[in-house]
């Protein structure tokens, strides 16, 4: 007899029911196959990778990391593969990531340091003969060479595993080539670090050198006897790494790539096709200019595009671009909306919230947007005006759900990803885009497994600002009886939790369901309601986000009478954790007790690209600093806390690299020398995922003990 398994159990051990579920398309443009990875099971952590028909969805399994690791000690990652999953949220295990030719008929992906490639048509896979340890490995578009990353230095070997050899190599003790630096993958969404010409002759490459980076140093207190990791961390305020750029051929030849570095610090995303030449996206340290710089063979650069802002400017994922007819596409607020550009013009409606190019064919443009309710997120195709006349200005949509869609596109065909309120899990549905619209083809298996519990989401519409959030009540509950009321927010910048997706509200359905009334709210920073609302917390965080929160507790009390305002908590992670702390130590009229998950309390201890854009530098406003910190830097007695003490539970990952675990342990020094009591809850070994089973299914358990004996 199985033995059942509890809702926090299942939870952690499915990765938050994403295992299972197809993921990491590529569509041969052919459209005879698409590859993707899948686990075997809604709770193997083993990813593998397939193909599919896209007429059928029939599937093949083209390599499994058991198969291939059979006979050794298993997975085994070293440090810089560690630090580059954590920096993508990766929390499964085997092939978690691999890059196709052009005609995706060759794949190549890193297991355990090792290179494999693979024969997508015939399905047959072999290991190369690379120098390993193996990162991030990429077949060129014409599938002769694979290039990877191993030991700071860029390489590649021929398809058939001869010709190994160095393109590039560290010219310094803490040089690398091709590898995306921290600033740009933790803050800036660029996971990679080099890109193959279109003709497979040419790599661009990322020269890092982390010389001037501090170096701070990660130690693991229950196991002394190891060493300290070291790591470089850019805090606010402090030295990036510097990040220049190099074209290298795959004949040996090579020249530096030339802008203004000093000025623009920050590589914030490469796009190189064969409709223009390659174009790089530069941010000043500042944020307040971006350019766009297209790069000549020789390695001198042109501006081609500038925008300025005196709040912050940004990046959106698959801009800049060149078009089919090498006109430049870009997405940049204009008005209340952020837009396409084609050029400096912009070709979609003011109304719509462009999110992400996804994808540029011939006379379209594949686009992920909000329309009027930033809770759902739809795939378009907009037409692309050709020359000066007039934007068409309508759209269609690719995707289908009511809910919360992504896709991948290559040519006539479409791979859409779409989750909803309606039913657990998300559907992966293949699609033939045409001149009549777009038409279901098949759908690609998902073996995630169904959640034990339902989510229940009331979505509101909250206050005079119109916030939006989700109210879950417990499953019995019956009207008349009151309830503590418990918020679930991030609440920060660039990260949205109020969804139109079942699965975004198993966690907070499940604290429901011990007895709370749970409350999801996104506030002003939060995406997809456009350019001013996302502006209005530059400075002020501790103001703004805290006040949201409150307002949306407000709106709720007078909405629901059976929500006990004198029983009120706020739980979060990350930015949440900061915003749960603040509500305890600032609102204790309206706050009486909080979990606080891998806080930043002072924002001195955050890196620089998030922190900087939006309460600038440290040195030019300190005031700001310390504001928006839990304490200020005057030293003890000098705290602005509010009267009475609420109780606080923290908790922190003792390997959390990017939010370290200083940042709780000052926290608690200052607790504590204010008289304050608190509970803190170390978690050896435990980063700021927290991908463990144990640690996950056991934190949810400890936070309910945690919330009743806090409210009583």
């Known amino acids: 007899m199985v033995e059942p398994v509890s809702f926090p159990r299942q939870y952690a051990r499915t990765q938050r029911f994403t295992l299972g579920t197809p993921r990491a398309f590529a ?62 949220r990766q929390g499964a295990a085997g092939i978690v990531d691999f890059a196709a030719d052009r005609m995706v008929r060759v794949a190549a992906f890193a297991l355990s340091g090792r290179l ?27 599938g002769r060479h694979v290039a990877y990353l191993s030991g700071g230095a860029l390489r590649i070997i021929g398809i058939d595993g001869t010709d190994d050899r160095a393109l590039a190599e560290p010219d310094g003790p803490n040089v690398t080539y091709g590898a995306a630096d921290f600033i740009a993958a933790e803050e800036l969404d660029r996971f990679r670090g080099y890109w193959w010409s279109p003709d497979g002759t040419q790599i661009l490459a990322a020269r890092v050198d982390e010389s001037p980076v501090a170096r701070w140093h990660i130690a693991d207190p229950a196991n002394p006897q190891q060493p300290g990791h070291e790591v470089g961390y850019p805090a606010a305020g402090t030295a990036n790494a510097v990040v220049t750029a190099v074209r290298l051929g795959v004949d040996g030849s090579r020249a530096s790539v030339v802008w203004d570095t000093a000025g623009f610090e920050y590589l914030a995303a490469v796009h190189w096709s064969s409709h223009g030449p390659a174009l790089l996206a530069v941010l000043s340290r500042d944020q307040r200019t971006g350019r766009v710089l297209a790069v000549e063979p020789d390695g001198s650069t042109t501006t081609v595009a500038e925008e300025r802002d005196d709040t912050w400017c940004e990046f959106f994922p698959g801009a800049p671009a060149w078009s089919a007819r090498g006109k430049l596409v870009r997405i940049a607020p204009r008005g209340d ?22 994808g540029l064919d011939g006379d379209y443009a594949y686009l992920s947007v909000s329309v009027d309710d930033p809770t759902r997120i739809h795939v378009v195709r ?15 949509h690719i995707s289908s759900a009511d ?32 001149g009549g619209g777009a038409k279901q083809l098949s759908e690609l298996r998902s073996v995630t497994e ?44 660039h990260a949205q939790l109020a969804l139109a997706s079942h699965n975004a509200y198993l966690s907070p359905q499940w604290f429901a369901d011990q007895g709370f009334a749970v409350l999801v709210a996104d506030g002003r920073g939060t995406p997809g309601r456009g ?20 307002d949306a507790l407000d709106a709720v009390l007078k909405q629901f009478p059976d929500l006990d305002r004198d029983r009120v908590a706020i739980r979060g992670w990350s930015y949440g954790g900061y915003l749960a702390a603040l509500a305890v130590l600032k609102r204790p009229d309206v706050f009486h007790a909080a979990v606080v998950g891998a806080p930043v309390t002072d924002w001195r201890l955050y890196d620089t690209g998030y922190t900087e854009r939006y309460l600038g530098h440290p040195d030019h406003a300190p005031e700001v600093y310390n504001a928006n910190s839990l304490f200020p830097h005057a030293g003890p007695g000098a705290w602005d806390w509010a009267e009475p003490h609420r109780p606080m539970m923290i908790i922190h990952g003792l390997a959390d690299d990017n939010v370290v675990a200083a940042h709780t342990l000052r926290l608690s020094s200052e607790l504590l020398a204010a008289g304050r009591p608190h509970e803190v809850l170390p978690l050896s070994g435990v980063t700021h995922m927290t991908p463990q089973d144990i640690v996950t299914e ?15």
């Open 450 to 493: 169904r959640p034990q519990i339902t989510a229940r989401p009331q979505e509101l519409v909250l206050g005079e600002r119109g916030l939006r959030g989700v109210l879950l009540l417990p499953a019995d509950h019956a009207p008349g009886t009151m309830l503590p009321v418990l918020l679930d927010p991030y609440g920060g910048p």
């Open 116 to 142: 494999f490639a693979a024969d997508l048509v015939a399905g047959s896979v072999r290991e190369l003969p690379a120098e390993g340890p193996v990162i991030d490995p990429r077949p060129d578009p014409a």
């Open 698 to 712: 056991n934190l949810m358990l400890l936070q309910v003990d945690f919330l009743r004996r806090a409210l009583g």
């Open 27 to 88: 569509i041969s443009p052919d459209t005879a196959r698409i590859a993707f990875l899948r686990t075997r099971t809604g709770a193997d952590r083993a990813t593998c990778l397939w193909t599919a028909d896209p007429e059928t969805g029939a599937e093949r399994l083209i390599a499994d990391p058991v198969d291939l690791l059979a006979g050794t000690a298993g997975e085994q990652l070293t440090a810089e593969e560690r630090a580059r999953r954590e920096r993508s």
């Open 337 to 358: 909306a952020y837009r396409l550009l084609i050029g400096d013009r912009p070709v979609t409606p003011d109304d719509m919230q462009v999110r992400a190019v996804l």
């Open 403 to 434: 809910g919360v869609n992504a896709a991948v596109i290559n040519g006539s065909l479409a791979v859409v990803t779409s989750a909803t309120l309606d039913e657990p899990n998300r559907r992966v549905i293949v699609t033939r885009i045409g």
């Open 382 to 396: 907009i037409a692309l005006p050709d020359g000066n006349e007039p934007a068409p200005g309508g759209f269609e």
């Open 531 to 550: 350019p001013a609302w996302d502006r209005a917390v530059r400075d002020d965080f501790a103001g703004v986000t805290l006040q949201d929160q409150v």
